[in-house]
Nanobody
Framework: QVQLIESGGGLVQAGGSLRLSCAASGRTSSLYAMGWFRQAPGKEREFVAAVSWSGGNTHVADSVSSRFTISGDNTKLTVYLQMNSLKPEDTAVYYC?????????????????WGQGTQVTVSS
């Protein structure tokens, strides 16, 4: 079992920045990748970004790639999501997630462990 603890959410004005962090603990030897999804009210959970611990490769959704950056520290088993130029439509609960194998479709079915979520609210 892997536990994921998120931090860094909050309220920010449009155009501002936030950095989310997620630290893994427990049976971390099974981790292949960690990343972030988000879910806005009334919408499905969507992939945002992820980083693999093997090689440090990153994958970022096209919708946020010009504004969001993901990075990881494999000594701390922590991933960071730097979000810049935030927009009201970025308002959502952001969930940290972990995958045991290399994702193919980058959807939630390929991630097996989830954090509790952290709220990000962007005001206009």
């Amino acid at each position: 079992q892997v536990q994921l603890i998120e931090s860094g959410g909050g309220l920010v004005q449009a155009g501002g920045s936030l950095r989310l962090s997620c630290a893994a603990s427990g049976r971390t030897s099974s981790l292949y990748a960690m990343g972030w999804f988000r879910q806005a009210p009334g919408k499905e959970r969507e992939f945002v970004a992820a980083v693999s611990w093997s090689g440090g490769n990153t994958h970022v959704a096209d919708s946020v790639s010009s504004r969001f950056t993901i990075s990881g520290d494999n000594t701390k088993l922590t991933v960071y999501l730097q979000m810049n130029s935030l927009k009201p439509e970025d308002t959502a609960v952001y969930y940290c997630a972990a995958a045991a194998h290399r994702p193919v479709l980058w959807n939630q079915n390929e991630f097996w462990s989830w954090g509790q979520g952290t709220q990000v609210t962007v005001s206009s």
